[in-house]
């Protein structure tokens, strides 16, 4: 167990619903990532907050919109669904390894799978 | 072009080979440097990373990055089938961004 913890673990709907996940952080990370993993895209960073506020933007589309609550949890919201959006959807938390460098090591949850019709 | 390329494999090895797991990058900006294990069905985990050049070694995995070239290699000693999983590489030029490859699949057999 990661620590990082991301709800649900397998969604099907259909095309044009709306949908939300969720992902709780490691205890103490205030940084949360959502990526997004297809087969032939790999894995593509959508975006992060830290303690509540959007730090970074990726390759996120208008129909997707996410946020970070006080507690720090967070939550991915994907309208008007269409088929290209099944994929794997993982959150990651951070926290800092090495201070002398700076670098924001990422910690995974296990993933939300979903599945559009 | 994508900031890192990787070869999708699947890569097969024998057990105990040494595996050459490697990565191409196009931006000489990026610093940080990261190597993930993904078992199928799980999320990725962190195997080692690395900040700008030079090698780093943990047991069996030795990590080297060429900035000259855009480099990233991931060496695996003594391999073993719990070895098997995909594997991801990822660069950044800070701690708030980083892009991954597409990750190789790595299956070594008993």
Redesign the interface.
């Known amino acids: 167990d990661?620590g990082?913890t991301q709800t649900p673990k397998h969604l099907i709907t259909a095309t044009g619903q709306r949908v939300t996940l969720r992902c709780s952080p490691r205890s103490g990370d205030l940084s949360v990532y959502w990526?997004q993993q297809s087969l032939d895209?790999?894995?593509?960073?959508l975006i992060?907050y830290y303690n509540g506020e959007e730090?970074?933007k990726?390759n996120i589309l208008e129909r997707f919109s996410a946020q970070q609550f006080p507690d720090l949890h967070s939550e991915l919201n994907l309208s008007s669904l269409e088929l290209g959006d099944s994929a794997l959807y993982?959150c990651?938390s951070?926290h800092?390894?090495?201070r002398a460098?700076?670098?924001?090591?990422?910690?995974?949850?296990?993933?939300s799978r979903l599945t559009v019709l | 072009q994508k900031e890192v390329e990787?070869d999708p494999g699947p890569l097969s090895v024998p057990e105990g080979a040494i595996v050459s797991l490697n990565c191409t990058y196009s931006n000489s900006a990026f610093q940080?440097f990261?190597w993930?294990r993904q078992y199928s069905r799980?999320?990725?985990?962190?195997l080692m990373?690395t900040?700008s050049s030079g090698n780093k070694e943990d047991g069996r995995f030795t990590a080297q990055v060429d900035k000259s070239s855009k480099y990233i290699s991931l060496f695996i000693r003594d391999s073993q089938p719990s070895d098997s999983a995909t594997y991801?590489c990822?660069g950044g030029w800070n701690?708030?961004?980083?892009?991954?490859?597409?990750?190789t699949k790595l299956n070594v057999k008993p």
């Open positions: 990661s990082v990526y895209q790999g894995l593509q960073f992060q730090r970074a990726g993982f990651a951070s800092t390894e090495d460098s700076g670098a924001n090591v990422l910690t995974f949850g296990a993933g | 990787q940080y990261m993930y799980k999320g990725p985990e962190l990373y900040y991801l990822a701690f708030n961004k980083f892009y991954f490859g597409s990750g």
